[in-house]
């Protein structure tokens, strides 16, 4: 007998629902999906009231990272041979954060491909923070790898109040994906940046072959980790690399598991993440019901909806933006119909 979702919604507002029921959310029919977005979007709402909030990932530095992520095209073991990008200028970062803030994105994410940041990449980072808070109204996240504690602590005090370090999938299904660094690693990393002061960002990516309980213990551990914020992306296979060819992840399915990670982490920043637009396709809208953020004007090595189109998106669904303020506006796609993204550095 199928669980109601109704009642699943009541039990995760309770913080109560255990790893067989968010099992029976992957397996529901999908004549259940409308009633099953409807008690998401319950728990959802009563966290996150209808307040979507867009936030714009920079990719600060291009490619050569010494890591061999089986997802990722900036790994140079993946790439096509060539010199590692520098990192960019305080004065290109800081103008990204403007778009970004014209986009009337909440936040603004910094992001190199590297195994840590150098103490070079960590001044251009953290100047660059100081400026984008002296000027804009913009909550700040950074993406840079590995962390010791002195970085991170280096990190919140430059004005940076959230850092992103993604845990991928399960553990046990880890070192399928990645032999450079270990699963452990990234949680290490997690808990530096929660001890710095900083709010953590930390989800992973289905669709990297993983079994539906690597799936769960991804969520469960999550929510072991009381992180802040849950990117759920979905795999844009590179070509080129191990992935390459991968499936995409079915749009059905992916509404359920959007629907899992919020009935498992009800009051989590939910966000539907990189590989949202060629996953979801037409159903794009309907990720809103469990998810309260998506990213806005592509991710780092692939294109995506523009700000005009999200705002048209999250307008047409009876939804509003949230502004790093806290304030609620309507989504206005005129009003940002001008606002274009940095060029976008495609790794081959």
Partial sequence: MATPWSALADKALAGEVSRDEARAVLHARPDETLALLDAAFRVRRAHWGRRVSLHVLENAKLGACPEDCG?????QRHASPGGEAPIKTVDELVAGAR???????????MVTATRGP????????????????????IELC????????????????????RFNHHLE????????????????????TVQLAKQAG?????????GLGETEDDLLDLAFALRELDVDSVPVNFLDARPGTPLAGAPLVEPGYALRALCMFRFVHPRTDLRVAGGREITLRALQAFALYPANSIFTHGYL????AT????????????????LASGEAVPADPAAVAHVRRGSLPLVT
Avoid: N, P
Wanted: with cysteine; aromatic share 4%; charged share 25%.
């Fill in 71 to 75: 997802f990722c095209s900036q790994s």
């Fill in 99 to 109: 778009r970004a803030h014209a986009a009337r994105a909440k936040r603004y994410c």
């Fill in 118 to 137: 150098s103490q070079r990449d960590l001044d251009v980072i953290c100047a660059a923070a100081a400026q984008i808070k002296a000027e804009l109204d």
């Fill in 142 to 161: 950074a993406s840079l790898g590995l962390l010791t504690e002195a970085k991170a602590q280096r990190l919140a005090q430059s004005g940076v109040d």
């Fill in 169 to 188: 999938t399960s553990e046990r299904h880890y070192d399928k994906i990645v032999s450079t660094h270990t699963w452990r690693d990234r949680v290490q």
């Fill in 198 to 206: 900083m709010d953590t960002c930390c989800g992973g990516i289905v």
């Fill in 301 to 304: 090595t692939t294109g995506g």
């Fill in 307 to 322: 700000a005009a189109a999200d705002h048209q998106m999250i307008r047409d669904a009876g939804f509003e933006l949230e």
